[in-house]
């Protein structure tokens, strides 16, 4: 069974850092391609990062220069590290995991960045 499974949300101010972890379990991380996906209230969810099994990252424009996308395959987890945190970064983060179309999804951990 696969579980993907978020940690590290919380409230922050402006300006402010959080690393957000992505514990798989089920799969080996390092096949995959990991994803961090957000979604703000009444908003679509979009993808915020992503990191390929040869490491080659992607970022949305909105978090450029702000976000890193990591991986530690020894603990089988991925990382979003968040830094100089706006207001508008405000959204659950979601985890995904996807290897040539079967996709797995973690269950959400909410960012508030509000002072």
């Known amino acids: 069974q696969v579980q993907l499974v978020e940690s590290g949300g919380g409230l922050v101010q402006p300006g402010g850092s959080l690393r957000l972890s992505c514990a798989a379990s089920?799969?080996?991380?390092?096949?995959?391609?990991m994803g961090w996906y957000r979604q703000a209230p009444g908003k679509q969810r979009e993808r915020v990062a992503r990191?390929?099994?040869?490491?080659?990252?992607n970022y949305a424009d909105s978090v450029k220069g702000r976000f890193t996308i990591s991986r530690d395959n020894a603990k089988n987890t991925a990382y979003l590290q968040m830094d100089s945190l706006k207001p508008e970064d405000t959204a659950v983060y979601y985890c995904k995991a996807n290897l040539y179309g079967s996709q797995y999804w973690g269950q959400g951990t909410q960012v508030t960045v509000s002072s």
């Open positions: 990191l390929t099994s040869d490491g080659t990252t």
């Open positions: 089920g799969i080996i991380c390092s096949a995959y391609t």
